[in-house]
């Protein structure tokens, strides 16, 4: 049971390393999508950020809760270019840009896919681990 830990350990980690490759890339052409408080690219290095922490949180701590907040970032993430692809998302009354993006690239492709395969391996890391023993 151990190996399978680590294997889902080591793909969370490449699937959450490569979102955030791809999201820092990313980030310069779409500072033009602007909000008055931060711009799209803002939000694609704050993604790329997150993703690198949560990585470090999941090996680090080696706790469900870790694996927890892996799975939200990437689920969130996921469901950001999900969302955005079929309607507007207004978030401009907070102070972010309009996000829509209706096409499908390959770089928003692959992003997606990371994300899914992050999904997938946190919750196969939340169901492995050990639950604490019962108090007596």
Do not use: C
Not at 5 to 25: D, E, F, K, S
Not at 82 to 110: C, N, R, S
């Amino acid at each position: 049971m151990r190996y399978v830990r680590w294997i889902a350990t080591g793909l969370l980690a490449v699937a959450l390393l490569v979102n955030a490759v791809i999201h820092l890339r990313l980030a310069a052409p779409f500072d033009a999508v602007a909000g008055t408080l931060a711009s799209q690219g803002d939000l694609f290095r704050i993604q790329a950020v997150s993703n690198i922490v949560a990585i470090a949180v999941v090996v680090i701590a080696r706790r469900r809760w870790a694996d927890a907040l892996a799975l939200v970032i990437a689920a969130g993430g996921a469901a950001l270019i999900v969302v955005t692809a079929l309607v507007p998302l207004d978030l401009t009354a907070i102070g972010l840009p309009l996000l829509f993006e209706p096409a499908y690239y390959p770089d928003k492709t692959y992003a997606l896919v990371a994300q899914l395969v992050a999904v997938a391996a946190a919750t196969a890391l939340i169901l492995l681990r050990r639950r604490p023993a019962e108090a007596s």
